[in-house]
C-alpha cells in the first residue's frame, strides 16, 4: 500500500475512535516520522473523514496541458512582437493563445529579448542586426580628417 494511503487509513481510525485531529497528527508524526504527512493534511483528511468520507483514495485532479512550446506558437509571438513592440506579455500571450508565463519564456529564451521602457528590445544584436546599423561615414570622415572635432563637441541635458 502506498505511504499516503496508509496514513490516511490511520486517520480514518483516528477519526472513528473520536480523536481530535492534533492528537491524530501527533500519532502520524510517532508512527511515520519525516515521512508523515502535514498538519494541514492531516487536519484536512481528518475533517473529510468526520464528515462522512470514506474512500482513502486521493481525489481526482485535473491537470493542466504540459505542451511544449510548438514552432507554431513561436512564430505566432514572433509576427506579434514585429507589428508592434509596444504591446504587453498579457496582450500577446492572450493573441497567441498561450498563458503569460510560457509568453514571457519564449520572448526572453527564445528572441533573447527583455522589456525597456515601453519596448521590447533584444539583449544582444544579432548578426543580422549589427549588418544593419549605419554609421554617420560624414561625421566618421570629419572626425578622422580634424582631431579636434570631439572636443568642440556640447553636449547637455535637460537640466
Same mark, same amino acid.
Given at each position: 500500500?502506498?505511504?499516503?494511503? +496508509?496514513?490516511?487509513?490511520?486517520?480514518?481510525?483516528?477519526?472513528?475512535?473520536?480523536?481530535?485531529?492534533? +492528537?491524530?497528527?501527533?500519532? /502520524?508524526?510517532?508512527?511515520?516520522? !519525516? $515521512? *508523515?504527512? *502535514?498538519?494541514?493534511?492531516?487536519?484536512?483528511?481528518?475533517?473529510?473523514?468526520?464528515?462522512?468520507?470514506?474512500?482513502? =483514495?486521493?481525489? +481526482?485532479?485535473?491537470?493542466?496541458?504540459?505542451?511544449?512550446?510548438?514552432?507554431?506558437?513561436?512564430?505566432?509571438?514572433?509576427?506579434?512582437?514585429?507589428?508592434?513592440?509596444?504591446? &504587453?506579455?498579457?496582450?500577446?500571450?492572450? %493573441?497567441?493563445?498561450?498563458?503569460?508565463?510560457?509568453?514571457?519564456? !519564449?520572448?526572453?529564451? +527564445?528572441?533573447?529579448?527583455?522589456? !525597456?521602457?515601453?519596448?521590447?528590445?533584444?539583449? /544582444?544584436?544579432?548578426? =543580422?542586426?549589427? $549588418?544593419?546599423?549605419?554609421?554617420?561615414?560624414?561625421?566618421? $570622415?570629419?572626425?578622422?580628417?580634424?582631431?579636434?572635432?570631439?572636443?568642440?563637441?556640447? &553636449?547637455? %541635458?535637460?537640466?
Amino acid at each position: 500500500m502506498h505511504l499516503r494511503t +496508509e496514513q490516511r487509513v490511520c486517520i480514518t481510525f483516528c477519526a472513528n475512535l473520536r480523536k481530535r485531529a492534533t +492528537e491524530t497528527l501527533k500519532m /502520524i508524526q510517532q508512527g511515520f516520522g !519525516v $515521512q *508523515s504527512l *502535514s498538519l494541514a493534511q492531516v487536519f484536512q483528511w481528518h475533517t473529510r473523514f468526520k464528515t462522512g468520507r470514506t474512500s482513502v =483514495d486521493g481525489d +481526482e485532479h485535473t491537470e493542466r496541458s504540459t505542451s511544449r512550446t510548438t514552432p507554431e506558437t513561436v512564430a505566432r509571438i514572433q509576427q506579434l512582437i514585429r507589428h508592434d513592440r509596444r504591446r &504587453t506579455i498579457r496582450d500577446i500571450a492572450e %493573441d497567441a493563445g498561450v498563458g503569460y508565463g510560457k509568453c514571457q519564456r !519564449v520572448l526572453a529564451e +527564445e528572441f533573447g529579448m527583455h522589456r !525597456v521602457a515601453a519596448k521590447f528590445v533584444p539583449r /544582444i544584436l544579432t548578426a =543580422d542586426q549589427k $549588418q544593419q546599423r549605419v554609421v554617420c561615414t560624414e561625421l566618421h $570622415q570629419l572626425a578622422s580628417d580634424d582631431e579636434m572635432l570631439l572636443s568642440s563637441v556640447i &553636449t547637455g %541635458d535637460e537640466s
